[in-house]
């Protein structure tokens, strides 16, 4: 698989990740074992870069991501393994991101990942003021001066928001969402980072499985799963869940994607491959349900660019079905 830098980290990782949001909670029930073999059907495909969180399922992702890297060799592996932290404040306000709480959360998820210092440590979606205060960027370099990390980044909702990390000196990457129906980041995110050489990592790269092209109008999820229980926004911000994109606007404009896919390919894989063709992405990190979803995933990074026909109407299904919905939002 094509490697890249990704940011200030200094670290290769490969252009295809795993996101393990699915192997914690909130996507319907993923069971240990089952798991375990997304994790090495990635890793098996060429997957270098795991992206979990403290959150997802109370550390459950961590934990199992932990347990795979330490049965793989650890470090010795060629792993890389982001975290994220500061989604377990309760209330989720800007006053909870201190160095104290910093520390608190760094040594949960040492302890669930089971190593001394976390590779790549990402601020979850933070409220915006946290991102502004220099405070907040002296409390992170803290953590690296005590070898609790090896670096920082931050994991954000907004373009104003990435922005804001991008000018920071320290920080080495920025997550952000980054799919065919969200192409904002393209306009200033990705040249700003490119030019500051800070990592981009894309997030919700097939719009919660919108991109699939799999769903219609009648597909239903457990009750468990974000898109059933977050469609609207009522757990944590809508843009998290089918990229924003109203549902049925989705499926809709899916389709359109879907009669696009060059013969051989799937129409997830077009999807990440059109994110991997962006300059300035580092790494882009689908999740998976089972293993083949995983082993698909990576085998975005075989396709060959998409050609410029292609790129034209893809552009137009977004200015003509999904612009209105989120391009001014995020």
């Not at 994991?155 to 969402?177: C, G, K, M």
């Not at 919700?204 to 999820?221: H, W």
Request: net charge negative; charged share 25%; hydrophobic share 45%.
């Amino acid at each position: 698989m094509e490697t890249r830098v990704l940011g200030r980290t200094g670290r290769s990782v490969g252009v295809i990740g795993l996101g393990c949001w699915q192997l914690g909670a909130d996507w319907g029930d993923v069971g240990e074992d089952t798991a375990l073999e997304i994790l090495s059907a990635a890793v098996d495909s060429g997957v270098t870069f795991l992206d979990t969180a403290d959150v997802y399922g109370d550390g459950r992702s961590e934990r199992l991501v932990g347990r795979f890297v330490a049965e793989r060799g650890g470090g010795a592996a060629g792993l890389t393994v982001a975290t994220k932290m500061g989604r377990r404040a309760d209330p989720h306000v800007a006053e909870a991101y201190t160095l104290d709480a910093f520390r608190a959360w760094n040594d949960r998820s040492r302890e669930n990942l089971g190593v001394d210092t976390l590779d790549l440590v990402q601020l979850h979606c933070p409220p915006s003021a946290v991102l502004d205060r220099d405070a907040t960027y002296d409390a992170l370099d803290t953590l690296v001066d005590e070898g609790r990390v090896a670096a920082y980044g931050v994991s954000v909702e907004t373009v104003e928001e990435a922005l804001a990390a991008i000018a920071r000196p320290n920080v080495a990457s920025v997550q952000i969402i980054l799919n065919v129906f969200r192409r904002k980041p393209l306009e200033r995110v990705l040249p700003a980072a490119v030019e500051a050489g800070v990592g981009i990592i894309a997030r919700v790269p097939l719009a919660s499985g919108l991109l699939s092209g799999k769903y219609d109008e009648q597909t239903t999820f457990a009750a468990d799963d974000h898109r059933t229980f977050n469609r609207h926004g009522e757990a944590f911000d809508v843009g998290e869940t089918f990229a924003g994109v109203p549902f049925e606007v989705g499926v809709a404009a899916a389709r359109q994607v879907a009669g696009l896919t060059p013969e051989g390919a799937t129409t997830a894989q077009l999807a990440l491959r059109w994110i991997v063709d962006q300059p300035g992405v580092s790494v882009v990190i689908p999740g998976a349900r089972t293993p083949a979803q995983a082993r698909g995933n990576a085998a975005a990074a075989d396709l060959s660019p998409l050609a410029a026909p292609t790129l034209s109407a893809l552009e137009a299904v977004y200015d003509d079905h999904i612009r209105a919905h989120v391009h001014e939002r995020w």
